[in-house]
């Protein structure tokens, strides 16, 4: 059974950087079959997808074009985890954080489409001072 | 980006009700779409795939129909379990993949 475990500070100050791990249990970080992801949630912006890097030969990493300046997504091999790290925060940065792998269903008469079928349990953090 | 509309935000219903629940993409995604389920406190879980494709272990009341720009989640006999919050989800031009806002059943 597959399991994402997330871990990270709930409160972070203006200006620092938020910093996230998604520890993974039951799969690889460096498996093809997927992508490893993080969104956020924030009665705002509902659900936002911010990132995911996934492993083709190399590493590779996609960013939401709104924070590509500000975010970076990991994966640690050695401690099969994947990491967010956010730079710059501001209030707007306050939400519920999710790690999520995606990988592709399909099915007879059905397209092949990507699907975010397993979750972390969320991560509430606060950008204040 | 893609932008996913769903209706309504918010519905009232009762056990035993069918219920439907409508998303709108803002292009033609064919049967790109997919639907979670949000219960409070937890993760979003997935409940149809590629607009009417049933993952294991999600009860057949749940029918999802549609493509092109319009598409329907319904619940057939609405059970105490599936007050939630729904979302959809496109995968037809992805990075982005973009979410609805969400429609939430209450009793």
């Known amino acids: 059974q597959v399991e994402l475990q997330q871990s990270g500070p709930g409160l972070v100050k203006p200006s620092q950087t938020l910093s996230l791990t998604c520890g993974i249990s039951g799969d690889s970080v460096s498996a093809i079959s997927g992508s490893w992801n993080w969104l956020r949630q924030s009665p705002s912006r509902g659900l936002e997808w911010l990132g995911k890097?996934?492993?083709?030969?190399?590493?590779?990493?996609d960013y939401a074009l709104s924070l590509k300046s500000r975010i970076t997504v990991s994966a640690d091999t050695s401690k099969n985890h994947v990491s967010l790290q956010l730079s710059s925060v501001t209030p707007e940065d306050t939400a519920v954080y999710y790690c999520a792998r995606v990988v592709r269903f399909g099915g007879t008469g059905l397209v092949t489409v990507d699907t975010f079928d397993l979750w972390g349990q969320g991560t509430m953090v606060t950008v204040s001072s | 980006d893609i932008q996913m509309t769903q209706s309504p935000s918010s519905l009232f219903a009762s056990v035993g009700d069918r219920v439907t629940i409508t998303c709108w993409s803002s292009q033609s995604i064919s049967t790109y779409l997919n639907w979670y389920q949000q219960k409070p406190g937890e993760a979003p879980k997935l409940l149809i795939f590629?607009?009417?494709g049933l993952p294991s272990g999600v009860p057949s009341r749940f029918l999802g129909t549609g493509s092109g720009t319009n598409f329907a989640l319904t619940i057939t006999s609405l059970q105490p379990e599936d007050f939630a919050t729904y979302f959809c989800?496109?995968?037809?031009?992805?990075?982005?993949?973009?979410f609805g806002q969400g429609t939430k059943v209450e009793i």
């Open positions: 590629a607009a009417s």
């Open positions: 890097t996934y492993f083709r030969s190399k590493w590779y990493s």
């Open positions: 989800q496109q995968g037809f031009i992805t990075p982005p993949w973009t």
